[in-house]
């Protein structure tokens, strides 16, 4: 390559990430700056975009986990009320001592069984929205201005 080649190349402009723009007419280098320039900018309300929602993720991810952690401890307390409530059916009901006493005392337990079971139902439900609720949110909130801030 000629010394006349070389400067010439080495003279062109830098574009983005500092490559010369080459066999680019002159008209058309300051075209291919300013693209280079746009997709810069860009490249870094992306950039910050994407941060911005890695920390929302996270936080939603806290809440979630904290949610769970929630509803875990509530299925333990469910279980330990079924539990004691079926220990004592079965000693309620080694002390009868007529079929139609058991029989009663059966159709006693089944409705408040029942009962319980219904409103445990309803508490889990209840749980399980707030958590959806608390974790979902922040994140419509944040990610629409996150995604807004990126366009």
Known sequence: MSDANTNEVNGNPKVGF???VFAFPKAFQ???QQNATRAK????KV???????TLLLKEAYSINASGT??????????TSTNASSALAFVADLA???SLSEAMQ???EHGRRNFEVTTAQNKELWELTKRVATETSEPLKKS???ALKTAS
């Open 18 to 20: 500092g490559l010369p």
């Open 30 to 32: 300051g075209i291919a």
């Open 41 to 44: 900018e860009q490249f870094e």
């Open 47 to 53: 950039k910050e975009a994407s941060a911005e929602i």
């Open 69 to 78: 952690a929630d509803y875990a401890a509530k299925l333990v307390e469910i």
């Open 95 to 97: 002390g009868t001592k």
């Open 105 to 107: 005392l059966s159709a």
């Open 143 to 145: 990610l629409a201005r």
